[in-house]
């Protein structure tokens, strides 16, 4: 079966995002106050074939404990769906 994942990496609410802040300061300067606490991380699509949405979800998160997500740093979190 194909599943197809998407993944949403993020830095951790605890540490500084630099690009975040540059882009909450630019959007004061672009009349956009409003805009606060913006956050920038990754966002991951993949492929994966797998006999059910379990096994894909178990090697969806291997891949992101592994090498996609740095979790000192980042947290993540996914959704697997099965494709046609």
């Not at 913006?38 to 379990?54: F, L, N, P, Q, W």
Request: negative net charge.
């Amino acid at each position: 079966m194909k599943f197809k994942a998407h993944i949403n990496i993020m830095p951790l609410k605890e540490l500084l995002d630099p690009q975040g802040k540059a882009v909450t300061s630019s959007m004061t300067n672009l009349g956009l106050p409003e805009i606060e606490n913006v956050r920038i991380g990754k966002h991951i699509h993949m492929d994966i074939t797998a006999d059910s949405a379990e096994a894909a979800s178990a090697k969806v998160d291997e891949a992101c404990r592994k090498l996609l997500a740095n979790q000192i740093m980042e947290s993540y979190d996914f959704t697997v769906v099965e494709i046609a």
